[in-house]
Nanobody, 122 residues
Framework: QVQLVESGGGLVQAGGSLRLSCAAS????????LGWFRQAPGKEREFVAA????????YSADSVKGRFTISRENAQNTGYLQMNSLKPEDTAVYYC???????????????WGQGTQVTVSS
């Protein structure tokens, strides 16, 4: 089992940056792919970015490509989402999740954190 806890959210002005962290407990973190998702009020949860177990492959949604970077440090059981050039439309609760199957679909992910709020003011 994998337990995930996000941190690093907050309020930032448009154009600013935030770095989200995802701390994992348990010995299985390195056996799972890691994904970041977000959910704005009244909207469905959407895929943001994912990274394979060994960091060999990353994939990002078009809406964040070139602005957000996903990474992980298996030795520290931690994943990251570096967010630059933030826009008001990036405002959402951000979740990290772990999966044994490589996917951009939320239903494929087995473990979820509680989420961290990111608010971007204009």
């Amino acid at each position: 089992q994998v337990q995930l806890v996000e941190s690093g959210g907050g309020l930032v002005q448009a154009g600013g940056s935030l770095r989200l962290s995802c701390a994992a407990s348990g010995r299985l973190f390195s056996k799972h792919h890691l994904g970041w998702f977000r959910q704005a009020p009244g909207k469905e949860r959407e895929f943001v970015a994912a990274i394979t177990r060994n960091s060999g492959t990353t994939y990002s949604a078009d809406s964040v490509k070139g602005r957000f970077t996903i990474s992980r440090e298996n030795a520290q059981n931690t994943g990251y989402l570096q967010m630059n050039s933030l826009k008001p439309e990036d405002t959402a609760v951000y979740y990290c999740a772990a999966a044994t199957t490589w996917s951009t679909e939320p239903r494929s992910y087995d473990y979820w954190g509680q989420g961290t709020q990111v608010t971007v003011s204009s």
